[in-house]
Antibody, heavy 121, light 108 residues
Framework: EVQLVESGGGLFQPGGSLRLSCEASGFTFSNFWMHWVRQVAGKGPEWVARIHRDGSNPQYAEYVRGRFTVSRDNGKNTLYLQMYSLTVEDTAVFYC??????????????WGRGTQVTVSS | EVVVTQFPATLAVSPGERATLSCRASQDVGSRLAWYQRKPGQAPRLLIYNAYTRATGIPDRFSGSGSGTEFTLTINSVQSEDFAVYYCQQFDIWPPWAFGHGTKVEVK
């Protein structure tokens, strides 16, 4: 079964840092671009970051650039999101998402269940 | 940046009825649009890609239509397990591949 399982969420202080992990199983992880998407309660999902199959070319949404770092370890089938200088606005559910080619275009075809990150003093 | 708008925000339907959800993109995105279903505590599920192609394992009561800037997700004969929040997302213009804010399908 194709699966993505996020971990690392919890309650954090403003200004703090954390690292989210996403363990992939059921497919060849190194064959896929991977993304992080977040969703604030009551709002639509927002794209956060993505990384190439080989770990190169990380890209970020403007609002997290310089504070978040996406990386991956293909030997461990794991995607990471290192988050620094947390603010209360970072409170959200963070999803790990697989990008796949379907109908000669790219789509998000597999999602994890998400991990809740709450930033509060 | 493309803005994606969904309406209505909430749709109340009775089991067995048809539900029609709308999604509008601020720019032409061709047919590069997907629909997802999200239920509490579950991973979001891809329902439709390429505007009208059902993803693997998706029941045929779900259908997508539209192109350009106007898109529709139709659920024929809504089942109890279909009460959820539905999102659309455009995949034509990067970055980012913007999402709509969702339509909640609830029991009338």
């Amino acid at each position: 079964e194709v699966q993505l399982v996020e971990s690392g969420g919890g309650l954090f202080q403003p200004g703090g840092s954390l690292r989210l992990s996403c363990e992939a199983s059921g497919f060849t992880f190194s064959n896929f671009w991977m993304h992080w998407v977040r969703q604030v309660a009551g709002k639509g999902p927002e794209w956060v970051a993505r990384i190439h199959r080989d770990g190169s070319n990380p890209q970020y949404a403007e609002y997290v650039r310089g504070r978040f770092t996406v990386s991956r370890d293909n030997g461990k089938n794991t995607l990471y999101l290192q988050m620094y200088s947390l603010t209360v606005e970072d409170t959200a559910v963070f999803y790990c998402v697989r990008e796949a080619e379907l109908a000669r275009a790219w789509y998000f075809d597999v999602w994890g269940r998400g991990t809740q990150v709450t930033v509060s003093s | 940046e493309v803005v994606v708008t969904q309406f209505p925000a909430t749709l109340a339907v009775s089991p067995g009825e048809r539900a029609t959800l709308s999604c509008r993109a601020s720019q032409d995105v061709g047919s590069r649009l997907a629909w997802y279903q999200r239920k509490p505590g579950q991973a979001p599920r891809l329902l439709i890609y390429n505007a009208y192609t059902r993803a693997t394992g998706i029941p045929d009561r779900f259908s997508g239509s539209g192109s350009g800037t106007e898109f529709t997700l139709t659920i024929n004969s809504v089942q109890s397990e279909d009460f959820a929040v539905y999102y659309c997302q455009q995949f034509d213009i990067w970055p980012p591949w913007a999402f709509g804010h969702g339509t909640k399908v609830e029991v009338k």
